[in-house]
């Protein structure tokens, strides 16, 4: 069957792990609509495993609020364009504590891993590898995140990132068929973001923060509105 998730980011993960992986982005790709129920039976003989497995997927993707768990099964609750403006809420809330910090804080040490996931960014818009862009992107950001060592922060992102990494994957693929020029401006933002930290200028900090998330997050509204862009980008390099 195919597999929605980049498997090659699975190579060491658990059988379970795969199948959370790949239902979360059916599920938020609409590839698995709201409203259709998950039989754990069905799911069983459709990823050629035990029941185990699917039954902790469901109860993950329930606490990420994607199903709804029934008796031997799920009812798929979906995403929907409010819930995407929330999630980006949050990590707007959280990237903007985390760079009011960094205004304080010695950051040689960021600076230079963030220049070297930059450059990594660069290379895969180069080969049009927009799954590769997506995980560097997300890498970068995290690096900021866990830069200022703030446990419970560290704590709220790694709940929110399964589901931002869909959909940012979505996205980047999207962007990558449908805009590709558009790349040379998300690459521009995140220099300015780390030359924002470099320099420790709040004003700069805010204008790079800013312009990166409004600008990355309107660039996708078409998509979760259009199945067809969806389904593009969750077919993407099949």
């Not at 709201?34 to 185990?52: D, F, P, T, V, W």
């Not at 029934?70 to 504590?97: P, Q, T, W």
């Not at 900021?144 to 419970?152: P, Q």
């Amino acid at each position: 069957m195919k597999r929605f998730y980049p498997q090659n980011r699975l190579t060491e993960s658990s059988m379970g792990e795969r199948v959370i992986a790949d239902l979360r982005m059916r599920i938020i790709s609409q590839d698995i609509n709201e409203g259709a129920i998950l039989s754990e039976n069905k799911l069983s003989q459709e990823y050629n495993m035990s029941r185990s497995p699917i039954r902790d997927a469901l109860k993950l993707l329930e606490k990420e609020g994607l199903v709804q768990q029934k008796r031997m099964g799920a009812n798929v609750i979906g995403i929907s364009e409010k819930d995407i403006d929330e999630i980006y809420d949050i990590r707007l809330i959280i990237e903007s504590f985390v760079f009011k910090r960094l205004l304080k804080s010695e950051t040689a040490s960021l600076i230079n891993q963030l220049n070297k996931i930059l450059e990594m960014m660069k290379i895969a818009v180069k080969y049009n590898d927009a799954d590769e862009f997506s995980f560097r992107d997300i890498e970068f950001h995290e690096k900021i995140i866990t830069s200022i060592h703030h446990r419970h922060i560290e704590i709220l992102w790694s709940n929110l990132r399964p589901i931002m990494e869909c959909l940012v994957l979505l996205s980047m693929r999207h962007r990558m068929e449908e805009n590709k020029e558009d790349f040379d401006r998300v690459i521009q933002n995140h220099e300015l973001l780390i030359q924002a930290i470099e320099n420790k200028d709040e004003r700069l900090v805010d204008e790079a923060f800013y312009k990166n998330f409004n600008d990355v997050h309107k660039q996708s509204d078409d998509l979760w509105s259009n199945p067809i862009f969806l389904k593009r980008a969750s077919m993407y390099h099949e």
